[in-house]
Each structure stands twice: as structure tokens, then as C-alpha cells.
């Protein structure tokens, strides 16, 4: 089991930036990919980014390539999510997820499925003001 408990979100400016943070515990090791995604009222769950576990390498949703970074921390367990520019379409709750390896997937954009992923956080909302 791994837990993942998301942090950071909050109110903020149209313009403005945030930072999220996601604390993972547990069976960590099993771990591949570490992604965000988020979700707003009535809509499905989007992919945002997501970060190998291991080696770090990233892969970002295309509408959020430049704004956006995301980074871990080894020795803490944590994954960061950096949104810069934020829109009020940003507004949703976002969520932490970790994924195990899966056979089935060639590529880093194959982890950009909910399915793909093992565990989830409760989410942090996020809210940006026009």
C-alpha cells in the first residue's frame, strides 16, 4: 500500500502561481510514476503531468507544457506540482496518484489514464479568482 496526502492548494489570483505538494508513505519502492491530475465539478479526471519515480524523467499534458513543473524529492517523499500563469480554468481539485510499472505501457504518455495509476490522494482544491 502506499499513501499519498496532497497539500498547497488554496485561493489564489488569476495570473498568479501555487505549488502543491504530495507526501507519499508506505510501500513506496513499487512506485514507477508519480502524477497529478485534476478534476473539476462534472467533468472527467485530467491528466496534468507525472514523473518517473526512479530517474525523474517528466511528461506533461500539452496544455500545460511551459506553466507548469513538476519535481520530486527523494529524500522526503515528495512530489511537487508548480503551476505558474494560472486561468480560472484551472480551478479543480487535484490530485496525487501513484503508478506501478505496467507491461502493457511502451511510453511515459501511457500513464496519462487514471487506470494506470495504483493509488490516489483525497485531492487539494484549487481555486483561481478572475
Known amino acids: 500500500q502506499v499513501q499519498l496526502v496532497e497539500s498547497g492548494g488554496g485561493l489564489v489570483q488569476a495570473g498568479g502561481s501555487l505549488r502543491l505538494s504530495c507526501l507519499a508513505s508506505g510501500r513506496t519502492f513499487s512506485t514507477y510514476v508519480m502524477g497529478w491530475f485534476r478534476q473539476a465539478p462534472g467533468k472527467v479526471r485530467d491528466f496534468v503531468t507525472l514523473?518517473?519515480?526512479?530517474?525523474?524523467?517528466?511528461y506533461y499534458a500539452d496544455s500545460e507544457k511551459g506553466r507548469t513543473t513538476i519535481s520530486r524529492d527523494h529524500a522526503t517523499n515528495k512530489v511537487y506540482l508548480q503551476m505558474n500563469s494560472l486561468k480560472p480554468e484551472d480551478t479543480a481539485v487535484y490530485y496525487c496518484?501513484?503508478?506501478?510499472?505496467?507491461?502493457?505501457?511502451?511510453?511515459?504518455?501511457?500513464?496519462?489514464?487514471?487506470?494506470?495509476?495504483?493509488?490516489w490522494g483525497q485531492g487539494t482544491q484549487v481555486t483561481v479568482s478572475s
Open positions: 496518484a501513484a503508478g506501478s510499472r505496467k507491461d502493457y505501457c511502451s511510453g511515459y504518455g501511457c500513464y496519462a489514464l487514471p487506470t494506470r495509476y495504483d493509488y
Open positions: 514523473i518517473s519515480w526512479t530517474d525523474g524523467n517528466t
